[in-house]
């Protein structure tokens, strides 16, 4: 159990272009899930808390409306890129705590966009 | 607040050999600590996780970690390492009341030689 899927896995876009992510909890509810970016040989940087229902909390310093936020059910949460440019290139990643049990974060197997 | 320090950016073996990953925190509150594995272009796998209860921690793949209160450290060890556990390696913490975002260490690359 407590499988994470994101779609699509790779995806190469013209800048200007708005790419969207899918990040879904196959198998549990999610009143929760994260967005983290990666870049290279570095750690994973929290990028926003999406809550089912409401609007999503961003981390200081990411542009809400470059990178919307859309967590319309218990079992998904949409990533947006908008307007994407070549420096928004990274693997993004999901992740998803169950509902009433927060311990442990359930990570999806990453989105590496690349923007040209 | 929590910090997270992975002592060693990379960490070289032989196959079959020991490894241990350190990993040190601060908090000023109780915590949860965790170990992650990332293989290339994949999300992030837990490998284990210590909530309470018994220090010694044991994961998948013949991973174990131990808790260390006093030293505030949760190093990550294996007795005999194979080539697919060439990886990236991540310690996180976070408190174990209120905000359930872990923070993450920078990572440590474990590579395995034949």
């Known amino acids: 159990g407590a499988v994470v899927s994101q779609h699509p896995s790779w995806v190469i876009c013209k800048s200007g272009t708005s790419v969207k992510i899918e990040c879904r909890s196959l198998?549990?509810?999610?009143?929760?899930m994260f967005w983290y970016r990666q870049f290279p040989k570095q750690s994973l940087m929290l990028m926003a808390t999406?809550?089912?229902?409401?609007?999503?909390?961003?981390e200081q310093g990411v542009e809400k409306d470059k990178f919307l936020i859309n967590h319309a059910s218990l079992t998904l949460s949409t990533l947006t890129v908008t307007s994407a440019h070549p420096e928004d290139s990274s693997f993004y990643i999901c992740?998803?705590?169950?509902?009433?049990?927060?311990?442990?974060?359930?990570f999806g197997p990453g989105t590496r966009l690349l923007v040209l | 607040a929590q910090s997270v320090t992975q002592l060693d950016s990379q960490v070289p073996v032989f196959e079959e050999a020991p490894v241990e990953l350190r990993c040190n925190y601060s908090s000023s509150v109780s915590v949860y600590l965790f170990w992650y594995v990332q293989y290339p272009n994949q999300g992030l796998q837990l490998l284990l996780k210590y909530l309470s209860g018994s220090t010694l921690v044991k994961g998948i793949n013949g991973f174990e970690a131990e808790f260390n209160k006093s030293q505030t450290s949760f190093h990550l060890r294996k007795p005999s390492v194979h080539i697919s556990d060439t990886a990236e390696y991540f310690c996180a913490v976070r408190s174990s009341g209120g905000s359930y975002i872990p923070t993450f260490g920078r990572g440590t690359s474990l590579i395995v030689h034949p």
């Open positions: 198998d549990f509810q999610a009143t929760t």
């Open positions: 992740s998803a705590s169950r509902t009433g049990i927060q311990e442990t974060q359930y």
């Open positions: 999406s809550n089912e229902g409401s609007k999503a909390t961003y």
